[in-house]
């Protein structure tokens, strides 16, 4: 981490939680998180979001959506938009996860619109971006993720990720418990912030660059003190409160 930027630790509960299971989660996290100087955000499934909102209300606790439609209003059933996750409480939302690549098969054009979607209401997007263990073994890493970032640079324009946060996330360290070495992080988000630079130094040094893939309360600190991780996209340890404070403190601490 550097002294220039806010670290950031999000946690993306996927499709898991209840009222009472939420409700225990967040009471637990909410008293025990103390103050800290990171921002911290939790990203539950939709339906929850209006009630979290009220929960995390008077704390420091930011919320998070994991998707949203491209589209503003209209005839799409099943869909949630940017201006609806702003008006029940969301500062944030996820896109391009990679369960949404690849189970629901939103390809790089879609995950453009999606961000920028986002920042037409103002909701900043944690743009996900990653390599599949295939890409990874034929050495593509740095190509797929040139591709996923370039998609939304000629959208958006590289002005917009000054309101916006990166997340690398190898696909094949997701839910796996296979872990990203730091170095194989830190390696990634240099090439990251680096592609980014030639187009605007000063954007792309100020962006949070967050990693995520089997992020636990065990190996946060090691990954959080590489010089261009800024943060942590908490999956499978966010939904316990424990593994999600000792993260968050391994942050403050980075
Ligand atoms: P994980 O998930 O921490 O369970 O690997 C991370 C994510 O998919 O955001």
């Known amino acids: 981490m550097s002294n220039e930027r806010r670290p950031l630790v999000a946690g993306n509960w996927k499709m898991h939680g209840s009222r009472a299971a939420n409700t225990a989660l967040l009471d637990a996290v ?119 970032l370039d998609a939304v640079i000629q959208l958006a324009g590289i002005s917009a990720f000054a309101n916006a946060v990166v997340a690398y996330e190898p696909v094949w360290a997701i839910g796996t418990g296979l872990t990203a070495t730091p170095e194989q992080a830190q390696a990634v988000h240099a090439f990251i912030r680096g592609h980014l630079s030639h187009q605007d130094a000063n954007v792309a040094s100020a962006l949070r660059i967050l990693y995520g893939g089997s992020v636990k309360g065990n190996n946060a600190a090691e990954l959080f003190a590489m010089p261009d991780v800024d943060g942590g996209l908490v999956g499978g340890a966010a939904l316990k409160a424990d593994e999600f404070l000792q993260i968050c403190a391994a942050a403050n601490r980075s």
Do not use: W
């Open 30 to 148: 909410v008293a025990r998180l103390g103050k800290l100087d990171i921002d911290v955000l939790v990203c539950p499934p939709f339906v929850y979001l209006a009630e979290i909102a009220q929960r995390l209300a008077g704390t420091t606790i930011a919320l998070g959506a994991q998707s949203l439609c491209v589209e503003p209003v209209g005839a799409f059933t099943g869909e949630v938009s940017a201006s609806m996750l702003k008006d029940v409480g969301c500062g944030y939302v996820l896109v391009g996860h990679s369960e949404r690549r690849s189970l629901f098969h939103e390809d790089n054009g879609v995950v453009a619109r999606k961000f920028a979607a986002a920042q037409a209401e103002g909701l900043v997007p944690i743009l996900c971006v990653g390599e599949s263990l295939v890409e990874r073994q034929g050495e593509h890493t740095f190509a797929i993720i040139r591709e996923q």
